[in-house]
């Protein structure tokens, strides 16, 4: 079992920056891929970017490439999420994910743990 707590959204100008964390319990984070999703009003949930078991790789959506750092600290069980750039399209609310398996945390956007979510808002 896992659980996850976002943390960090909060409002911010256009070509702002914004860092998300994710904190996790659990003794076997390290066995886990983490992504993140997000959900604006109106619109499905998408995959935001993800990243493995040991941090080592990372992989991100067209439309955050460039702009998003996604790592992860497995001694703090913490995943964090840097965001630059920020534009309005960002808007929405942002959640962690996890799962052991790297391709159903991807392609299927199905991942076995979610955390709660946290709003992020980027407005002039």
């Known amino acids: 079992q896992v659980q996850l707590v976002e943390s960090g959204g909060g409002t911010v100008q256009p070509g702002g920056s914004l860092s998300l964390s994710c904190a996790a319990s659990g003794r076997t984070f390290s066995s886990y891929v983490v992504g993140w999703f997000r959900q604006a009003p109106g619109k499905e949930r998408e995959f935001v970017t993800a990243i493995s078991w040991n941090g080592g790789t990372t992989y991100y959506a067209d439309s955050v490439k460039g702009r998003f750092t996604f790592s992860r600290d497995n001694a703090k069980n913490t995943v964090y999420l840097q965001m630059n750039s920020l534009k309005p399209e960002d808007t929405a609310v942002y959640y962690c994910?996890?799962?052991?398996?790297?391709?159903?945390?991807?392609?299927?956007?199905?991942?076995?743990?979610w955390g709660q979510g946290t709003q992020v808002t980027v407005s002039s």
């Open positions: 994910a996890a799962d052991p398996a790297w391709v159903r945390l991807i392609r299927t956007g199905t991942p076995d743990y």
